[in-house]
């Protein structure tokens, strides 16, 4: 199924059926979303935010599959492994940081 995914600055992260045009869950951070990235050939998707905290979601039920902080600030970027199991993101507060991400 065709997913998309939409993040704001109220910490809102909408998923959409692409097929429906439709709303299929909300689900959110504390603060501004400010990058999430899908993992290649699978419905999760990896959101970062202006809490500090890196989140994995699947896309299919909205569930949180993990959460990992360590951040002292703002964390602007992220990039995910082909296979999902490492996520690396760089923050405000001048560190980038390597996490475990979801085991396939």
Not at 16 to 28: E, K
Not at 40 to 63: E, I, K, M, Q
Request: hydrophobic fraction near 40%; charge should be neutral; charged fraction near 20%.
């Amino acid at each position: 199924m065709p997913l998309a995914a939409t993040g704001s600055v109220d910490g809102s992260i909408a998923i959409w059926d692409v097929s429906t045009l439709r709303l299929r869950h909300a689900v959110s951070h504390d603060d501004a979303v400010t990058k999430l990235q899908w993992h290649a050939n699978t419905p999760l998707f990896t959101s970062v935010s202006a809490d500090r905290t890196v989140r994995c979601w699947d896309g299919r039920t909205g569930a949180m599959r993990l959460q990992r902080s360590g951040h002292q600030d703002t964390i602007l970027d992220l990039a995910v492994s082909r296979d999902g199991t490492r996520i690396v993101t760089a923050s405000d507060d001048g560190t980038c940081l390597v996490f475990k991400g979801v085991e396939p």
